[in-house]
């Protein structure tokens, strides 16, 4: 079993930066692979960013590739979501996952956080 809780969301101006973090909690963290996905209103959960278990193989998708990095640590239980050059089409609800399988789409994500908001204001 794994709890993850996200933080680091806020208000932000169009071209700024913020760097979410998710902790995990349970002794296998390291053993996850992990992703980031986000909510807009009124549109279905998008795949944002994902990672391996080592850190060493990670997924973008295409509209953040360039400004998000994902990053793990797992000596801290922590995944993190550095993103910069912010657009207002960011904003949403961003959730982290875990998952036994690297993968681009929800589906294989056992374990869900319960979001953080993101808004960009123009």
């Known amino acids: 079993q794994v709890q993850l809780v996200e933080s680091g969301g806020g208000l932000v101006q169009a071209g700024g930066s913020l760097r979410l973090s998710c902790a995990a909690s349970?002794?296998?963290?390291?053993?996850?692979?992990m992703g980031w996905f986000r909510q807009a209103p009124g549109k279905e959960r998008e795949f944002v960013a994902s990672?391996?278990?080592?850190?060493?193989?990670?997924y973008y998708a295409d509209f953040v590739k360039g400004r998000f990095t994902i990053s793990r640590d797992n000596a801290k239980n922590t995944v993190y979501l550095q993103m910069n050059s912010l657009k207002p089409e960011d904003t949403g609800v961003y959730y982290c996952?875990?998952?036994?399988?690297?993968?681009?789409?929800?589906?294989?994500?056992?374990?869900w956080g319960q979001g953080t908001q993101v808004t960009v204001s123009s």
């Open positions: 349970g002794r296998t963290f390291s053993s996850y692979a």
């Open positions: 990672i391996s278990w080592s850190g060493g193989v990670t």
């Open positions: 996952a875990a998952g036994s399988v690297l993968a681009t789409g929800p589906l294989p994500y056992q374990y």
